[in-house]
C-alpha cells in the first residue's frame, strides 16, 4: 500500500529524542518547548510562541482568547475541518459559514465582507490544501472593521502569501504538527501572536489556568494542552528541514500536475494565485460530475490496487452535530458541496520515494481512463 500520508524521520529527530531520555525531561517543563516556540515564531515572524498538544487546541485556545457569548458570530470558511468551529460552538457562539472558491478551494474576501455583521467578532482564516487565503486583501478589510482575525496555518507551514510568511498575519495564528503536515511532533500544535497579553492568556489557557502566586486557586477554567519535551525535540529538527520538506512537497505536486494534466475529467489544484505558489499539502481531485464514476468509485478501486487517498472536507455547514447546537445554517454553499462530494487527495507525504509517485501516476490513469 502507498500510504496517503507519512512523515520523514531520522537522525536529527532520533538525537534530539535521545538528549531528552538521558536528561530526564520529558515532560512541559523541558528547554526544548521554548526553544521551538521561539524558532517557530521567528520562522515566521511572530514575537510569542505557545507550543501546545494539538492544532485543534490552538484553535480552541485562540477562540477562547475572543471571550464569545451567545448572539457573537465568527466567520468560517464551510472547507475545512471541524475542529474550526468546536469552541465557537461550546462559547454558545455562532459559527457563519461561508463558501469556498471553486478553483483554489479556499475563502474569498468577497464573502467574507458580505458576512460581516454588527455581531462579528472574529474572522477564521483558513489556508487550505496548499494555497492560502489573500491576508493581504483580507487584513484591510478586518482593519477596516476592528475585527481580529485567526488565522489557521495548520496546512501552509512554509508557504508564502504575498511573500510573506503565512501565519505572520493572523492576531493570532494557529498551527498543527500532526503527522500529516509539513513538519511533525506526532500531536502538536502551536499559536503565534505579536500580542504579549494573548500570549500570556493563552500560556494560561494551555495550562489549567494556574495562578503565578497561588497556584492551585482558580479564576477561570483552561485545558491540560502543554506540549511535552518530547514532541517540541522533534518539532526543532523537523523545523530545520522545513525548506527542504517544501521543495519535496513542491516536486510531486508538480510531477502529479505534468503526468495528470491530459485527464480532463478530473480538476486538479491551481498551480498559483497572483499572490501565491502552491506548495502542495496534499494533492487534491475534484472528479467532473459527467464522468461515469463517482469519486467514491474512483478511490475504491485505487485502493484495491495499492494507492491510499483520503476524501475531501465534508463541509462544516452540513455537519449533524451543528443541530446539538440549535444552529441551522440557511444557505447552500454549492462550491464547498460540490467539492466534497466529488474530491479526493492522492499520496503526498514527504517519505513517498520518486518510484511510487509514478506508481501512483500510472495506476490512477489506467483507473480513470
Ligand atoms: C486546517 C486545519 N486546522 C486544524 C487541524 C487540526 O489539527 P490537529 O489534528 O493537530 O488537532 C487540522 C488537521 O488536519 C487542519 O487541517
Redo the contacts with the bound molecule.
Keep these: 500500500m502507498i500510504p496517503v500520508n507519512s512523515p520523514v524521520l531520522g537522525e536529527k529527530e532520533k538525537s534530539k529524542l535521545i538528549e531528552c531520555i538521558e536528561t530526564g525531561w520529558i515532560s512541559s517543563e523541558g528547554p526544548f518547548v521554548a526553544e521551538f516556540e521561539q524558532k517557530m515564531a521567528s520562522r515566521v515572524g511572530k514575537k510569542y510562541g505557545i507550543a501546545v498538544s494539538?492544532?485543534?487546541?490552538?484553535?480552541d485556545i485562540a477562540i477562547e482568547t475572543l471571550k464569545l457569548a451567545p448572539g457573537d458570530e465568527v466567520i468560517v470558511p464551510s472547507f475545512?475541518?471541524i475542529?474550526?468551529i468546536h469552541q465557537i460552538l461550546r462559547c454558545g457562539a455562532t459559527p457563519i459559514f461561508i463558501d469556498c472558491d471553486i478553483n483554489s478551494w479556499n475563502m474569498t474576501v468577497e464573502d467574507v465582507e458580505n458576512a460581516i455583521t454588527p455581531f462579528t467578532k472574529a474572522i477564521m482564516a483558513?489556508?487550505?490544501y496548499g494555497l492560502p487565503v489573500d491576508m493581504l486583501k483580507l487584513s484591510a478589510l478586518a482593519e477596516q472593521h476592528k475585527i481580529p482575525i485567526i488565522e489557521?496555518t495548520?496546512?501552509a507551514i512554509g508557504l508564502n502569501c504575498h511573500s510573506k510568511p503565512c501565519g505572520s498575519f493572523g492576531a493570532i495564528s494557529?498551527f498543527?504538527?500532526?503527522p500529516?503536515?509539513h513538519i511533525t511532533t506526532g500531536?502538536?500544535?502551536m499559536l503565534l501572536t505579536d500580542c504579549p497579553d494573548l500570549a500570556e492568556r493563552a500560556k494560561s489557557l494551555r495550562n489549567l489556568c494556574f495562578q503565578k502566586k497561588q497556584r492551585f486557586v482558580h479564576e477561570e477554567l483552561g485545558w491540560n494542552y502543554r506540549m511535552t519535551n518530547l514532541q517540541a525535540a522533534l518539532g526543532i529538527a523537523q523545523l530545520e528541514q522545513l525548506d527542504e520538506f517544501i521543495i519535496r512537497k513542491k516536486q510531486i505536486g508538480v510531477f502529479y500536475q505534468t503526468e495528470l494534466a491530459n485527464l480532463d475529467n478530473l480538476q486538479k489544484p491551481l498551480k498559483k494565485l497572483d499572490y501565491a505558489e502552491n506548495i502542495y499539502w496534499v494533492f487534491g481531485l475534484v472528479v467532473n460530475q459527467t464522468n461515469r464514476h463517482s469519486a467514491a468509485e474512483i478511490m475504491e478501486a485505487l485502493g484495491q490496487q495499492g494507492i491510499g487517498t483520503r476524501p475531501f472536507f465534508w463541509p462544516l455547514h452540513l455537519q449533524p452535530v451543528l443541530k446539538q447546537f440549535g444552529i441551522q445554517p440557511k444557505n447552500a454553499l454549492p462550491n464547498s458541496e460540490l467539492i466534497a462530494q466529488n474530491g479526493f487527495y492522492l499520496p503526498s507525504g514527504l517519505s513517498l520515494t520518486d518510484e511510487q509517485v509514478e506508481d501512483v501516476v500510472s495506476i490512477v490513469k489506467k483507473v480513470i481512463q
Design positions: 494539538s492544532g485543534t487546541a490552538a484553535l475545512t475541518i475542529s474550526c483558513v489556508h487550505i489557521d495548520s496546512q494557529t498543527s504538527f500532526y500529516n503536515k500531536e502538536g500544535g
